[in-house]
């Protein structure tokens, strides 16, 4: 099963980034995961790549850098006191980079993190739910990244997974079991017919579109049967019971854990309409592939993530594929 034992969480010190400590620490319990926390101080050419026409000197940047640093040592001690558990609390870290975005993700791959956690908005407002630096970040990492804000971790009931009807699409499903697991909750696997046809090619009927829903369910146990037979190591055996519900078995005979699951499919004009607007009334936390189904008249399904980063308010957790 997937386990956390080490979280980072960018900050840029603001109260908005502040909102994804709380939460970071109710999630932190139920994993017994540590937490770090870092800061990236982009370098002055990030503002303005014509410093060299302004006689700015190389040794003025550095003199410039390594006071800031100084500062930032003393805020991130503080805040890392003040906000953070002693026995979850991990190290403060703080970087000199040029793009944020990129230095976070790279860091968080590179030192092996499990998860990194983070604030929908920093200092900057967005006209989105998220700002520009969460955005990049949840498009680039190779590590999952949750994205919460206003949000409780003490208590998971309803975990959405969004598929497409791809394997790729269920990459997230191990990361639902997870939680599911350490919080007791069910699953929802939520699909979309679209108006424009994209079951076309992908083994169901033509004629499922409008009125044969029962084709479109076979065909995602289908493919969430092909997920658990391809992943062995993950632990994880499916139970149909309807064509609409069904459990997820987790774990070994005397200790297995059972988890609802059902299948929930909706018309909309669009995956990720019907993602934003389905999601606040039916889950606690949407947790999404970063890929789905790609080539000529099928909808990406990492277009439909980036869309309903943008514009859904529930916490949303995102997985790159492997192969990504």
């Known amino acids: 099963m997937i386990n956390i034992k080490n979280i980072l969480i960018p900050t840029d010190f603001s109260e908005n980034a502040a909102r994804a400590y709380a939460p970071a620490q109710q999630l932190a319990k139920h994993y017994d995961a540590k937490i770090d926390v870092i800061h990236i101080i982009p370098t002055l050419r990030y503002f303005n790549d014509d410093l060299d026409t ?24 503080r805040l890392m006191s003040e906000h953070f558990n002693t026995e ?25 993190y499990d998860l990194i956690m983070m604030a929908a908005t920093g200092k900057d407002e967005a006209n989105t739910v998220r700002g520009d630096i969460t955005e990049k970040v949840m498009r680039y990492s190779k590590v999952p ?36 697991v350490k919080y007791n909750a069910s699953i929802r696997l939520f699909y ?26 076979e ?53 990720h309409q019907a993602i934003t607007k389905y999601a606040p009334e039916h889950a606690d936390i949407v947790v999404m592939a970063a890929r789905g189904l790609s080539g000529i008249n099928r909808l990406l399904l990492g277009s439909t993530t980036e869309k309903v980063v943008r514009h859904l308010e529930l916490p949303i957790l995102t997985i790159k594929n492997k192969q990504d």
């Open 88 to 112: 979850l609390r991990g190290t403060g870290i703080i970087e000199i980079a040029p793009k944020p975005a990129k230095t976070i993700t790279t860091y968080a791959a590179d030192n092996n």
């Open 219 to 271: 065909r995602i146990y289908d493919i969430v049967e092909n997920f658990v037979r391809s992943s062995p190591n993950e632990g994880i055996r499916l139970k149909k019971e309807t064509h609409e519900k069904g459990k997820f078995i987790y774990g070994k005979a005397d200790n297995a854990v059972a988890i609802d699951m059902d299948v929930t499919i909706k018309e909309g004009v669009s995956a």
């Open 145 to 180: 990244v949750l994205s919460a804000d206003h949000s409780t971790f003490e208590k998971i009931d309803r975990i959405m997974v969004p598929t497409d009807g791809s394997l790729d699409s269920l990459q997230a499903l191990s990361w639902a079991v997870s939680l599911a």
């Open 192 to 217: 979309v017919l679209e108006a424009k046809g994209l079951l076309e090619n992908e083994g169901l009927k033509n004629e499922a579109f409008i009125s044969d829903f029962e084709n479109v369910y």
């Open 54 to 77: 302004l006689n700015f000197y190389p040794e003025i940047e550095e003199d410039l850098y390594s006071r800031f640093h100084k500062k930032t040592s003393g805020k991130m001690e």
